[in-house]
């Protein structure tokens, strides 16, 4: 039932589209491409490393992190590193990650009776709630 309601969410198929042509293209996310391999490579390693440490995307100790990335991202695309800009990055970095989307193939694998195989580097879920929290609420 839960499958069917995805399908029939036109939204979630128009996502669906999105991802499915990026990925079969090769294409990275537009805010991958702009910003470099480098700085998105140093991002990817900077929020598997808080991760592992056990800090979470909506705690304190993420602060520096995050702090740290925004700014690398604000001089790169020549914008201020503010509130703005941080809600703009989150929704960049989430068109690659949409939990439906996730939710989506978990069940697909169910049905098909397929081995269920968890995200290795959930970086993106993990950076767009960090983005998204507003530690000064």
């Given amino acids: 039932?839960?499958?069917?309601?995805?399908?029939?969410?036109?939204?979630?198929?128009?996502?669906?589209?999105r991802t499915a042509v990026r990925q079969a293209a090769g294409r990275p996310l537009d805010i991958e491409r702009d910003a470099g391999e480098e700085l998105v490579e140093f991002t990817r390693q900077k929020v598997?490393?808080?991760?592992?440490?056990?800090?979470?995307?909506?705690?304190?100790?993420?602060a520096p992190v995050i702090d740290d990335l925004v700014h690398r991202f604000a001089e790169?695309?020549?914008?201020?590193?503010?509130?703005?800009?941080?809600?703009?990055?989150?929704?960049?970095?989430?068109?690659?990650?949409?939990?439906r989307v996730d939710r989506y193939w978990r069940?697909?694998?169910?049905?098909?009776?397929?081995?269920?195989?968890?995200?290795?580097?959930?970086?993106?879920?993990?950076l767009v709630q960090a983005l998204r929290h507003d530690r000064a609420a």
């Fill in 1 to 17: 039932m839960e499958l069917a309601g995805m399908i029939g969410d036109e939204d979630f198929r128009a996502r669906m589209r």
């Fill in 48 to 62: 598997a490393e808080a991760g592992k440490s056990g800090t979470g995307p909506l705690g304190n100790r993420v």
């Fill in 76 to 99: 790169v695309f020549a914008r201020t590193p503010d509130r703005t800009f941080r809600y703009w990055m989150a929704e960049q970095f989430e068109e690659a990650h949409d939990p």
């Fill in 107 to 126: 069940l697909v694998w169910i049905v098909n009776g397929w081995q269920v195989v968890p995200n290795p580097t959930p970086v993106y879920p993990w």
